[in-house]
């Protein structure tokens, strides 16, 4: 297997995973941020899961214990 040592990696943002450089990216490296289509398309859905839960958590009344 041919590996590529000189390559630029970094870590991405959804999974935590390392992910090298590809030429696809050449133009935007920098604003690269997930590894994956399904990496970001679950940070999306992570997202919008917990905008939609702040306004219900402050809609219920708070729990005493």
């Not at 920098?30 to 919008?48: L, Q």
């Amino acid at each position: 297997m041919h590996r590529k040592p000189h390559l630029p990696e970094k870590p991405c943002a959804t999974c935590g995973r390392p992910f090298t450089w590809r030429k696809k990216w050449a133009r935007d490296w920098e604003a690269v941020r997930h590894c994956s289509d399904a990496c970001r398309r679950a940070r999306r859905t992570e997202e919008k899961k917990s905008e939609k839960s702040v306004p219900d958590r402050l809609a219920r009344p708070a729990h005493r214990g």
